[in-house]
């Protein structure tokens, strides 16, 4: 939840200035290189190719979840894109309930009513921009791609290669992100350029893949319903970085929006 929390920050400090997808590329492939190091140092196994196909598919999503974000979070305040994007839990529980068959409660159901309801005034904003709202639904698909990408992680770290099952998935996640940038080149408003800007591009990519891993063995040991509410509690810490350094401020019926999102989530936490 922390890494996230300051990665989530970070990327919107530098999306200001840069190419989201190429941002996603250095820091995701600088971060994955120690995590592809383990793997290959400490599971020296071959897993079964349905373990490969599981891991590449879902690899190719988390791509396709990271760049979505990340271009939300270049359209938007992440004051605003976070709390959108960490409903993610919602669609997560929902699936575990349908596909891993874990249970819900009533106390369950209404923290997710209230996530949904934070959802739906966060995004009432009838003199927002074209690129504010785009921001929204692009968060939105994010979400729903990483909710159900979950579910895939869950089977992948309860394998016995959990360590390579994660390496090819970064693998996979690169190559996603190669395409677009190989399709739409040159979308910056200025190059990554001196060695500030390639330190923070790194220090993005350890934290933000450190924080991937962590969820990932979270997900090994516990239920998808419990672990991912807590770990999407991190717009909590982005938006108070968000006000504080980045001096984004929203309207009163979105800060009411962003608290019922992270209390939801809380909640949900909390009672699971």
């Given at each position: 939840m922390l890494g996230f929390g300051v990665s989530d920050f970070m990327a919107k400090t530098m999306l200001t200035k840069a190419n989201a997808v190429r941002t996603a590329l250095i820091s995701q492939g600088v971060g994955s290189l120690l995590y592809l190091g383990a793997g290959l140092g400490f599971d020296r196994g071959l897993p079964n190719l349905s373990l490969v196909g599981l891991a590449l598919f879902s690899g190719a999503l988390s791509g396709a979840t990271i760049s979505a974000y990340y271009v939300a979070l270049s359209l938007g305040k992440a004051s605003l894109v976070a709390p959108i994007f960490s409903c993610l839990t919602v669609v997560a529980v929902m699936l575990s309930v349908l596909i891993l068959g874990e249970k819900l409660t009533i106390p369950q159901l209404s923290a997710i009513a209230l996530v949904f309801l934070g959802i739906i005034l966060v995004a009432f904003e009838n003199r927002s921009g074209g690129a504010r709202?785009?921001?929204?639904?692009?968060?939105?698909?994010?979400?729903v791609m990483a909710g159900a990408n979950l579910i895939?992680?869950?089977?992948?770290?309860?394998?016995?290669?959990?360590?390579?099952?994660?390496?090819?998935?970064?693998?996979?996640?690169?190559?996603?992100?190669?395409?677009?940038?190989?399709?739409?080149?040159?979308?910056?408003?200025?190059?990554?350029?001196?060695s500030w800007s390639w330190l923070k591009l790194c220090l993005l990519g350890v934290i933000d893949?450190?924080?991937?891993?962590?969820?990932y063995l979270g997900l090994r040991v516990g239920l998808v319903s419990i672990v991912t509410p807590i770990v999407t509690?991190?717009?909590?810490?982005?938006?108070?970085?968000?006000?504080?350094?980045?001096?984004?401020?929203?309207?009163?019926?979105?800060?009411?929006?962003?608290?019922?999102?992270?209390?939801?989530?809380?909640?949900?936490?909390?009672?699971?």
């Open positions: 709202k785009l921001s929204m639904i692009v968060a939105l698909a994010a979400a895939l992680q869950k089977w992948i770290a309860e394998s016995g290669h959990y360590l390579v099952g994660f390496s090819l998935t970064r693998i996979s996640m690169m190559a996603v992100l190669i395409i677009p940038l190989a399709l739409i080149p040159g979308q910056e408003t200025r190059p990554v350029g001196g893949v450190s924080a991937f891993f962590a969820w509690s991190s717009p909590a810490i982005t938006v108070v970085l968000a006000y504080i350094f980045l001096k984004e401020r929203v309207r009163p019926h979105q800060r009411i929006g962003i608290l019922a999102i992270i209390s939801g989530i809380v909640f949900l936490s909390a009672i699971t």
